[in-house]
């Protein structure tokens, strides 16, 4: 039996165990949490209702069981009934009478204990103790600590080109994992194009701190971007979001001018890319991330990359539909959602197009950060 999850930008398989242990682990655990927590419920007021009602409790939890770790007809013919079910109170929640019988109080509780407990573990955070010092050897590294207004600190780090003066900068907002200190890799081969790099931890990310929402991922991101106004002409300044990240960018992109915003791997919403999940997921999700209402909105030119062998390809065809015709949707034929970034010399060159119109050369590099290839010719655009 096959269960799928999304867990950050990735769909995770227990058909695939070896490659994600830690992501199957915390589901198994968070499920633990919310059946365990149910019991206790049931528990601790099954002596105030009659033996009628104490049945439905069990009917309930095993429903919920079914529904979420079952694909069998049964599983899905019951997630389409209680969806169902669910609209038909959303759209009548204060007029039904129904509400206090039991089996719509479980539900209310178990959609509650969802809502708060498992709404930040789809994040793949890493967190860093503040008192962590970054040692990057043969890269000169700035870091900075940016207070909110409601006193969260956002960490964020620049790697400066060594040479010296850039061409600008490239406000890279990372994928759902890693942090600052994981996006050393990347620094190098943006340095080819004669620009700096920062790069910015959200709340709960590396060395970053606060209550997390969505509104906070785009503001937070904003202050970045203001900080950066400050060293750079807005002209030279390229987002670049990946998977993930690409909400931010897209959203930052809304709200200035910036030379040009570059999405690479985009999903279309982060709500959309539940569409696997339970039935109530899409309705009660937190942070839905709607990339495809920033993208229309955004008056720089748009670059959309996306490798053919992506996990979230789909999505991406998807958002492209939303480009104008100055826009560029760049398919990079072989790509996945990771190595598009150090495997693929087509993706560099289409890169060297955008950030250095007219210049041809530039270098290559693999993952170790060895020269691979001097591209003399940019492709057309």
Not at 51 to 61: A, Q
Not at 102 to 130: C, D, M, T
Not at 303 to 309: A, D, I, Q
Not at 337 to 354: A, E, M, R, V
């Amino acid at each position: 039996m096959l269960l799928k999850w999304t867990y950050g930008s990735d769909y995770v398989s227990f058909n695939d165990w070896n490659n994600n242990k830690k992501q199957l682990l915390g589901i198994y655990m968070t499920w633990c949490r919310v059946i365990a927590l149910g019991f206790r419920i049931k528990d601790n007021f099954k002596n105030l209702f009659p033996k009628t009602n104490r049945i439905n409790i069990n009917l309930c939890l095993g429903l919920f069981l079914l529904m979420n770790i079952s694909k069998t007809k049964l599983g899905d013919m019951v997630q389409k009934v209680m969806g169902r079910i669910f609209q038909f109170i959303r759209k009548n929640f204060i007029s039904i009478g129904y509400l206090n019988s039991l089996p719509f109080a479980i539900l209310a509780i178990y959609i509650h204990i969802y809502y708060h407990y498992n709404q930040g573990a789809r994040f793949g955070k890493e967190p860093l103790p503040l008192s962590h010092v970054y040692k990057f050897e043969g890269v000169d590294f700035e870091e900075f600590n940016f207070k909110t207004p409601d006193n969260a600190i956002i960490n964020a780090g620049l790697f400066k080109n060594p040479d010296q003066p850039s061409r600008g900068v490239i406000y890279f907002f990372h994928g759902n994992a890693g942090n600052v200190g994981k996006n050393i890799n990347l620094a190098p081969h943006f340095f080819t194009y004669g620009y700096d790099v920062m790069v910015i931890d959200w709340r709960g990310y590396g060395k970053s701190i606060g209550k997390r929402s969505e509104k906070a991922f785009y503001d937070d991101s904003q202050l970045v971007y203001e900080a950066l106004l400050k060293r750079y002409p807005e002209d030279k300044i390229y987002l670049m979001g990946h998977s993930f990240g690409c909400a931010m960018a897209a959203n930052i992109g809304t709200r200035n001018n910036p030379a040009a915003v570059i999405l690479v791997g985009p999903l279309y919403s982060f709500a959309d890319a539940q569409q696997n999940c339970p039935w109530y997921y899409p309705i009660i999700t937190e942070y839905p991330f709607r990339t495809d209402l920033f993208v229309p909105q955004i008056k720089s030119p748009i670059y959309l990359f996306s490798g053919t062998s992506d996990i979230v390809h789909e999505a991406s065809v998807r958002l492209s539909k939303l480009l104008r015709e100055k826009d560029k949707f760049i398919e990079i034929k072989g790509a996945n959602h990771t190595n598009i970034f150090f495997d693929f010399p087509d993706f560099k060159s289409h890169l060297q197009k955008i950030l250095n119109p007219g210049k041809d050369d530039i270098l290559v590099l693999n993952r170790e950060n060895q020269v691979i290839k001097e591209s003399k010719e940019s492709p057309s655009m």
